[in-house]
């Protein structure tokens, strides 16, 4: 007999949940969360989850830690409620930067968040374009990582005028390998800034590689938060003779400055996807691109057994 689907979500983001869900056909499922008068979170199901297959959708956006500690309860919960398998799905794992020892007396925060689901009582996890991809390996339960850049793939080539002049830039050399990739599948060449991060909110240009003169920019990274690696790379872009600066994130998380800052400089569009819900001011310059149908997917095969891995073959 085979185990029923159940989606559920936390409150991080209710409209991807919701997508989701629709997408797959099902409902999504009954839960509440409350706060308690000291600060403490009550999480409780509505529904019987008993052999249930039960996905639950959060994303660890801001207030970071109420959506960690949301999304935990939630995990012990179905495994104390009989559930056969649960599945964390995580669009956004923010702790993602912290991968490594890179300072004294510091946390590899990436490995204890992997550790406190798993404590938990997941049993998989999905979850899409993390910052470090070396976190998968922080997880001991099979981890599914999803791609963003088939749909910022299908965004440039749908809204960039003469596609055929532009070049994909990594704002920074990490993100080498993520353009490199996207520049493949476009058929597009590739260009690198050097960059030095002087703050967590402030960075400085230190020279480009590549040519991009007279041609379109198309910046591609991971996230999007203060923006300030964004606007640094613009303004380095443009000085360097590019005629256009387009950019596509896989997470818009907008924090701070982050809006203001995107208004002023001279890029065209930003696009990021709905892993994190938009709550910044609206701007013109902003879009946001659906990953819904592709989490669908990846959970619709899980749930049958089938391989994730082809939906990028």
């Not at 997880?139 to 749909?151: C, G, I, M």
């Not at 990274?221 to 872009?237: H, I, K, M, N, P």
Request: proline share 5%.
């Amino acid at each position: 007999m085979e185990r029923p689907l159940m989606v559920f979500s936390g409150q991080s983001n209710l409209p991807l949940a919701q997508e989701i869900a629709d997408n797959l056909g099902v409902p999504l499922g009954k839960s509440i969360t409350e706060r308690f008068a000291n600060d403490c979170l009550f999480v409780r199901y509505e529904q019987s989850l008993r052999e249930g297959d039960i996905f639950i959708i959060q994303s660890l956006t801001p207030p970071v830690q109420d959506h960690l500690v949301e999304l935990l309860m939630m995990i012990d919960a179905a495994k104390s409620s009989s559930a056969a398998r649960v599945t964390a799905v995580i669009p956004y794992y923010s702790y993602a930067r912290s991968d490594k020892k890179d300072a004294p007396r510091i946390s590899i925060a990436a490995r204890l968040v992997a550790d406190l689901i798993q404590a938990a009582g997941a049993d998989r996890v999905l979850t899409m374009t993390l910052h470090s991809a070396q976190v998968h390996g922080f997880f001991k339960v099979p981890v599914d990582h999803l791609s963003a850049e088939p749909v910022i793939a299908n965004y440039f080539a749908t809204r960039v005028e003469k596609l055929e002049n532009a070049v994909v830039v990594a704002p920074d050399a990490g993100d080498l390998k993520r353009a490199s990739s996207l520049a493949r599948r476009l058929a597009l060449p590739i260009a690198f800034i050097d960059k030095q991060r002087l703050s967590d909110t402030e960075v400085t240009s230190r020279g480009l590689v590549g040519d991009v003169r007279g041609k379109t920019a198309l910046v591609i990274d991971d996230e999007v938060s203060t923006a300030g690696t964004l606007v640094q790379a613009a303004e380095s872009l443009v000085q360097n003779g590019a005629q256009a600066v387009y950019a596509a994130f896989t997470h818009g998380v907008y924090v701070g400055p982050a809006i203001d800052r995107i208004d002023k400089a001279p890029i065209v569009e930003v696009a990021a996807t709905n892993t994190c819900t938009y709550k910044a001011r609206p701007s013109s310059k902003i879009k946001q691109l659906s990953v819904g149908p592709l989490f669908a997917e990846a959970i619709w095969r899980i749930h049958r057994g089938e391989s994730v891995s082809s939906l990028f073959t």
